[in-house]
């Protein structure tokens, strides 16, 4: 199987990569991302000489560029995307280009290439904020409150056109916040780990009792394997793990671990339009697929905060903008 993965620099997709070479050691897998400030290479290196995985430079917003790299993929796994909600909130127009016009190339070349399994990883925050005592399920209506999320929602819009139009075989992931190694540090698990680090401010937004549904990054990885590979065409399925925190619980359990004061906590200007509670209800791909996630929260972010306490040089070069040079070490003298 050749899979065309998009966006396997960034967080999900590279511990994706990760999971796929050696879950499944005879797949080919190519990764096209445009390593945008969120792609870092580095996120691959102990993969980056495997026979069966390549790297390709590219814009999922460039056609030409897509078929050329596609040609001969099974399946593709559309990670790309400009994911933060604070940078959609400031600028737009490249959350448009690459979350929906992006996806609409992709999904035209998959079509041209033959295509036959589309992937496209969705987020919950499709559907807006959650009420109280209420959980989001699959049939949920879609209610986008910031830009990114509404740049997600007409990506999904047009999935949904292509399979019902064109009869492509897509499917639907929609994951709750995933965390993990290799997280960009301007999320709010990684951000908060590395300021500790240094002593600096803990920036909570607003009164810091929203809450999220918090999903190691390796558990969501075997979920989109399993969708991937079971799911039924043209469905969604939810991925979270019942894991509910509210930011304010985070933090204080990430100083805890780090042994750091609480007072570091310092209370700022609440986000605009900032979703309250974000609630997914797994139960479909629990019951449909059989899987549940293997960390608790309290495994996971334990590993989490091993894991950045240990990479500190990543999180120094991921914050400085250092960890472009090795593309440039890598690729740059290849034209
Ligand atoms: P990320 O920002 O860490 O990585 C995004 C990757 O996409 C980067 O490597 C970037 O270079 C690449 N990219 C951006 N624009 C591109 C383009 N035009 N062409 C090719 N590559 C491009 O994001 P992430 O947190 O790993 O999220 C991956 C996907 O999962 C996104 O689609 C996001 O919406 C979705 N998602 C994320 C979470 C989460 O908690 N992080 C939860 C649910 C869904
Ligand atoms: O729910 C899935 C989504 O989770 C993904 O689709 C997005 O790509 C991903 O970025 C994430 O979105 P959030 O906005 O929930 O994640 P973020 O880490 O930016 O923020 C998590 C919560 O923490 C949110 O309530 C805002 C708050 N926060 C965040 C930052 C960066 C703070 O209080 N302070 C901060 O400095």
Redesign the pocket.
Same mark, same amino acid.
């Given at each position: 199987m050749r899979l065309f993965i998009t966006g396997g620099a960034g967080f999900i997709g590279s511990n994706f990569i990760r999971h796929m070479l050696g879950a499944y050691p005879e797949y080919q897998l190519v990764n096209f991302d445009k390593l945008t400030y969120a792609g870092n290479l580095e996120n691959l290196v102990d993969v980056a000489g495997n026979a069966n995985y390549s790297f390709v430079k590219g814009d999922i917003c460039d056609r030409a560029g897509v078929d050329q790299a596609i040609a001969g993929a099974d399946a593709v796994v559309n990670f790309a995307a400009e994911? %933060?909600? #604070?940078r959609s909130i400031e600028r737009a127009t490249e959350f448009i280009a690459a979350n929906v016009s992006g996806t609409q190339i992709l999904l035209d070349a998959a079509r041209g290439a033959g295509v036959t399994r589309f992937v496209q990883i969705s987020? #919950?925050?499709v559907m807006g904020s959650c009420a109280e005592g209420e959980y989001f399920t699959e049939t949920s209506p879609l209610r986008p409150n910031s830009p990114?999320a509404a740049s =997600?929602t007409a990506a999904e819009h047009f999935i949904r056109a292509a399979h019902v139009t064109f009869g492509l075989d897509v499917v639907t992931t929609r994951?709750? +916040?995933n965390y993990g190694p290799f997280q960009f540090p301007? =999320?709010?698990i990684p951000?908060m780990i590395s300021n500790a680090l240094e002593d600096r401010k803990l920036?909570? @937004?607003g009164d810091?009792l +929203?809450t !999220?549904d918090w999903l190691y990054v390796e558990d969501c990885c075997r979920a989109i394997d399993l969708v991937m590979h079971k799911g039924r065409s043209g469905e969604v399925y939810n991925i979270g793990s019942r894991a509910e925190k509210t +930011?304010l619980e985070i933090v204080r359990t990430l100083l805890d671990l780090l042994g750091k004061p609480h007072s570091l906590i310092s209370f700022v200007t609440d !986000?605009l339009g %900032?979703d309250r509670r @974000?609630a997914t209800d797994p139960s479909k791909i629990e019951s449909e697929l059989g899987w549940t996630p293997r960390e608790t929260f309290e495994s996971g972010i334990e590993k989490t905060v091993c894991w950045y306490t240990e990479n500190s040089a990543w999180v120094e070069r991921a914050r400085s903008g250092g960890y472009r040079e090795y593309y440039e070490r890598m690729y740059g003298k290849r034209g």
């Open positions: 994911s %933060h909600v #604070d987020t #919950d925050e990114y =997600k994951a709750s +916040n301007e =999320k709010l951000l920036p909570v @937004y810091g +929203n !999220r +930011n !986000r %900032h @974000y």
